[in-house]
């Protein structure tokens, strides 16, 4: 599996961004999605995940509302609509693949496929 994180960019506070993570290489709509991302200084952290039908979605606090994670299995896509950008969701955000469907969504550890990373700049 290759994942291709695109769309990250430097934006303004209340701004919108969309990111897309392109798949290739194995059956992208039998497997969990994840956005996670890492500030400067920070570990990384996760965002948001989907489940391979689109049915269930999972957010961490800081972005509900403001967030959504969507996924297009024709095209092997999966994407993060970011809304009203606060300086604080600055950082690398990085796509991933659980291809085996572990019960711990929110963790990194299951997430066997990660995209090379896309930065997001949110300026005050």
């Known amino acids: 599996v290759q994942l291709q994180a695109s769309g990250g960019g430097v934006v303004q506070t209340g701004d919108s961004l969309r990111l897309s993570c392109a798949a290739s290489g194995r059956t992208f709509s039998s497997y969990r999605m994840a956005w996670f991302r890492q500030a400067p200084g920070k570990e990384r952290e996760f965002v948001a995940a989907?489940?391979?039908?689109?049915?269930?979605?999972y957010y961490t606090d800081s972005v509900k509302g403001r967030f959504t994670i969507s996924r297009d299995n024709a095209k092997s896509t999966v994407y993060l609509q970011m809304n009203s950008l606060k300086p604080e969701d600055t950082a690398v955000y990085y796509c991933?693949?659980?291809?085996?469907?572990?019960?711990?969504?929110?963790?990194?550890?299951?997430?066997?496929?990660w995209g090379q990373g896309t930065l997001v700049t949110v300026s005050s």
């Open positions: 989907i489940s391979w039908s689109g049915d269930s979605t």
């Open positions: 991933a693949a659980d291809v085996n469907y572990s019960d711990y969504v929110r963790s990194e550890i299951p997430y066997d496929y």
